[in-house]
């Protein structure tokens, strides 16, 4: 019988190759104003910290189950307790990086990188046992949010928003009829890496 009901899920599950989703899995904390709060746990009108706008209120969050197993970045992957704790991401989710290194190679001291580019990487890696619960936390636009201490660009999914069963749904986001008009654009200033360009950040940090 579990057997059976495991294989229903996973005939129901999306398959979320190069959609282009930046999510977080089911047990990632988001620092809010509040604290940490997991995100399965968070509610719109909660105010998550983000890198650009201080405090941020959630307008609405989603859920989707993946067939596409998730990316694992271990603790300190990324720098001095960042992550603060293992983390696991969809594939197409972005880091948020900075280093004068990056200006020469994208133009940029600012860049987001798709974690699955970065597999391989620090003990970066594709995770088969890890969750594929994944949750999408929208603000007013595009922002880089600090999830279990790493920060991490949450983006509109455009036309994927179907995809999703909105969770947590209280009386703010019953009211928020706009949803698909929020800005699904990302800062100017930052660079959205590319497949080629992603491949590049790992030999850019070893020559910095």
């Known amino acids: 019988m579990a057997q059976a009901q495991q294989a229903e899920t996973r005939i129901n599950a999306h ?30 009108g909660d105010e998550v910290v983000s890198r650009d706008k201080g405090l941020a209120p959630v307008r609405w ?3 989707l189950d993946a067939s596409n197993a998730p990316v694992k970045v271990p603790a300190g992957a990324m720098g001095r307790r960042v992550p603060a704790r293992d983390c696991w991401l969809s ?8 280093g004068a290194e990056f200006e020469a190679a994208f133009t940029s001291r600012e860049v987001l990188v798709p974690v699955k580019d970065l597999v ?3 003990g970066i890696q594709e995770d088969p046992e890890g969750p594929s619960e994944y949750f999408l936390v929208l603000c007013d636009t595009p922002s880089v ?8 660009e949450m983006r509109h999914p455009d036309a994927r928003l179907p995809l999703f069963d909105k969770v947590q749904a209280d009386e ?12 699904t654009k990302s ?10 360009e992603a491949s590049q950040v790992t030999e850019v940090k070893k020559r910095a």
């Open 172 to 183: 703010m986001a019953d009211l928020f009829p706009e949803l698909l008009a929020l800005d």
């Open 120 to 122: 391989g990487w620090r």
């Open 61 to 63: 969050i989603g859920r």
């Open 187 to 196: 800062d100017k200033w930052r660079r959205r890496l590319d497949k080629h």
């Open 91 to 98: 594939p197409d989710a972005r880091l948020w990086m900075q």
């Open 15 to 44: 398959d979320i190759t190069d959609l282009d989703l930046s999510c977080v899995a089911r047990g990632t904390k988001i620092a809010t104003r509040r604290g940490e709060v997991l995100v399965e746990e968070l509610q719109a």
């Open 145 to 152: 949010v600090i999830v279990d201490g790493m920060q991490v």
